[in-house]
């Protein structure tokens, strides 16, 4: 089992920043893939942002550009730094870790884009 725990959301105004952390339980930061995803009601998850073990990143077009994940594998820890945000990137965001055997999420961390 891993235990995900994210923090960092808030609410920021528009063209505001803020940087999202998810601490793992166990030392699985850079061996598994790890991404941010997030959902607003009514509508579906959506997959903001993975990092791969190599290194590599993904991002959903959306976000591209405004947004960078990142890893501190000595803090066990992953990062969202989110920056000119606007009101539509206001939503639950959820940390999740993927392997082929198994799939781990956290508990959200809510996320405010507001004047």
């Known amino acids: 089992q891993v235990q995900l725990v994210e923090s960092g959301g808030g609410l920021v105004h528009p063209g505001g920043s803020l940087r999202l952390s998810c601490v793992a339980s166990?030392?699985?930061?850079?061996?598994?893939?790890m991404g941010w995803y997030r959902q607003t009601p009514g509508k579906t998850l959506e997959l903001v942002a993975r990092?791969?073990?190599?290194?590599?990143?993904d991002y959903v077009d959306s976000v591209k550009d405004r947004v960078t994940i990142s890893r501190d594998t000595g803090k066990n820890t992953l990062y969202l730094q989110m920056n000119t945000l606007n009101p539509e990137d206001a939503a639950v965001y959820y940390c999740?870790?993927?392997?082929?055997?198994?799939?781990?999420w956290g508990q959200g961390t809510q996320g405010t884009v507001s004047t």
């Open positions: 166990r030392e699985i930061i850079g061996w598994l893939t």
């Open positions: 999740n870790v993927y392997s082929a055997a198994a799939e781990f």
């Open positions: 990092l791969f073990p190599s290194g590599s990143t």
